[in-house]
């Protein structure tokens, strides 16, 4: 409605001011035709009463030509002259003529008491001394004009008059003759009265003609506002609907615009930018998803690589459980080999219980070498689940590397949309009042993507630090595989150990088998027994600090793993703040 008005107002102003600028121009042309009219009326006397003095001055010139010739003697031509002039009329008899002398003594004017007598001194009722002027004029080349004022024969009120007079220069007479003026000024006012209506006529057919263009531009004001309304309401209604972050597709919104001026451009453009924004931001959507399922993914392995560490401490328990089981089979074993030494004649009565000792001796190792194989077993999973957890952050990393060239793209585009606006609010600046609802709205979109810009930092911000911990937990996983790759060997070694006890095991329980037969042997083989249960002594120490290793490691892996959680659990947040950050663009 304001550019209606505007636009209404304008129009009226300008043609009010061009019917102004008319009627002024039609005034002043009348003035101008009326100015040549008498003009041309004063040009038309003079080249009348020059007309007529020349002729004059020609009929002297032939009485002259006589006086040259002989014919006459100069008083007589002279007066032969005199009479000619004064007898001499135009104009219906109106017109007349005169002479004087260069002195301003009057030879010729109607045979009145005033001709041999000086006129220099004469003035008109305007104090002009018109006889003086009449004689200086006279004497210029081609003679010359007086304005004067007299009264005509038999009248007393002045009147203006023109004269012309010229210089005869064989007599030295300045002959002249004028004419009244009055006449012009009724011829003026009477052409005067004819312009006037003409002048009215005209100003009556541009009163009528602009009240017609006035209703012309009013219609085409208010077909042309709406035309231009229409499209600028469908612009501010998108450009608001973006400025609350909805990027959804609305087809009533989103009706394309024919036109292809700067309006359509614009919305042309706004098109393009939804559309952009829209497929960028459900990118951004599907990332933040496929980040959420890895986090998940990555807190479910951490997990499972917490419980397994705790089954290998509780594994690596009981393996020095049983060593230490396995110290006091020694001890007793060493003091029964003692006994057997002292007592060498009670060896066959306590034989049995040898034998027994050392079946159970044998089912201890056995034991201890299986919970070995276990443990071996649950440290190969341990290496692969963290090899599984580095794999799966490392792949987080990469999904954060396509999350930050995504924002990088909104970046660019929230850039693009900046330098859009400003172009828009260059053009709208160019445009003058009109383009002051164009400078707001570009200022919104230049605030939203200055919005976008903002958040699309804070977002690389967060992907920096994502990658970051990432790193940082590809790092702890490959410690904690190393560890795990110890932890595997050191078991392994501790299974070869509690084979090779299994083995001697075996030996001693052969050698009891034989003892009833080979009596004779029996200090030997009693020595032999010793030697074999201090070696088995020292395996079982050795396997006992193998597992305290091995459990150490363990506890050096979990302590690991509950970083990788930490970790993984920093990282689910910042994956909760993206997709929160991202939640408030509606696509």
């Not at 100015?35 to 009485?63: A, G, H, M, W």
């Not at 002027?133 to 002045?158: C, H």
């Not at 200090?523 to 290793?549: C, F, L, P």
Request: a negative charge; one cysteine or more.
């Amino acid at each position: 409605m304001k550019f209606i008005i505007l636009m209404v107002g304008t129009s009226l102003v300008t043609v009010i001011c061009i019917t102004a600028l008319w009627l002024q121009t039609l005034r002043m042309e009348a003035q101008t035709q009326l100015e040549n009219y008498r003009t041309q009326l004063l040009q038309d006397v003079d080249t009348s009463l020059k007309n007529e003095t020349q002729i004059v001055v020609s009929l002297l010139e032939k009485i002259y030509q006589q006086q040259q010739a002989g014919l006459l003697s100069e008083p007589e031509a002279k007066k032969i002259a005199a009479d000619l002039v004064r007898d001499l009329r135009y104009d219906d008899g109106k017109g007349y003529f005169w002479i004087d002398t260069a002195d301003g003594v009057n030879v010729v004017l109607l045979g009145r008491d005033v001709e041999g007598k000086s006129r220099i001194d004469l003035v008109d009722p305007n104090g002009v001394h018109f006889i003086q002027e009449m004689l200086k004029n006279g004497r210029q080349p081609g003679g010359g004009y007086t304005d004067l004022s007299f009264a005509k024969p038999g009248e007393t009120t002045p009147l203006p008059k023109r004269n012309y007079t010229t210089t005869f220069a064989p007599y030295q007479w300045v002959l002249g003759t004028g004419v009244w003026i009055d006449q012009i000024d009724a011829l003026i006012a009477a052409q005067k009265e004819v312009i006037d209506a003409d002048f009215y006529s005209s100003l009556r057919m541009t009163v009528l003609v602009s009240v017609l263009i006035e209703a012309l531009c009013i219609a085409l004001a208010i077909f042309f506002s709406n035309k231009l309304a229409t499209p600028i309401a469908h612009v501010t209604n998108r450009l608001a609907t973006l400025a609350q972050g909805d990027f959804r597709h609305n087809a009533a919104l989103e009706t394309k615009i024919s036109s292809t001026d700067e309006i359509g451009r614009m919305s042309q453009a706004l098109d393009t930018l939804q559309h952009n924004v829209r497929q960028m931001m459900k990118q951004a959507i599907d990332a933040a998803e496929k980040i959420t399922t890895a986090v998940a993914q990555l807190n479910e392995s951490a997990d499972q690589s917490a419980t397994v560490s705790s089954q290998v401490a509780f594994s690596m328990s009981k393996v020095a459980d049983s060593c230490n089981e396995q110290f006091a089979e020694m001890d007793r074993t060493k003091a029964q080999i003692g006994t057997l030494e002292q007592h060498m004649s009670a060896f066959a009565g306590n034989l049995s219980q040898t034998v027994d000792a050392v079946d159970g001796t044998n089912r201890a190792a056995a034991q201890g070498a299986t919970r070995v194989n276990e443990a071996v077993l649950q440290m190969q999973r341990i290496a692969e689940s963290v090899s599984r957890s580095a794999e799966v952050i490392t792949v987080l990393g990469e999904e954060s590397d396509k999350i930050g060239t995504i924002v990088d793209a909104i970046a660019a585009i929230a850039d693009q949309t900046n330098l859009l606006a400003l172009n828009a609010a260059i053009e709208a600046a160019r445009a003058g009042e009109n383009g002051r609802g164009f400078a707001v709205v570009a200022e919104e979109v230049r605030k939203l993507a200055e919005q976008s810009s903002t958040s699309a930092d804070e977002i690389t911000a967060l992907i920096t630090s994502i990658q970051e911990k990432a790193q940082n937990a590809v790092e702890v996983m490959q410690e904690g595989a190393s560890q795990a790759q110890g932890g595997t060997e050191a078991v392994d070694a501790a299974g070869r150990t509690f084979k090779e006890i299994a083995s001697m095991v075996e030996h001693v329980a052969s050698e009891s088998s034989a003892m009833g037969s080979r009596v004779h042997e029996l200090e030997q083989s009693t020595h032999s027994i010793r030697d074999s249960a201090e070696s088995m002594n020292k395996m079982s120490r050795s396997v006992a600090a193998e597992s305290q290793t091995v459990s150490a490691a363990t506890q050096e892996q979990t302590a690991a793993v509950q970083q990788i959680a930490a970790a993984s659990h920093s990282l689910n947040e910042m994956s909760q703040a993206m997709h929160a950050a991202i939640s408030k663009f509606k696509v």
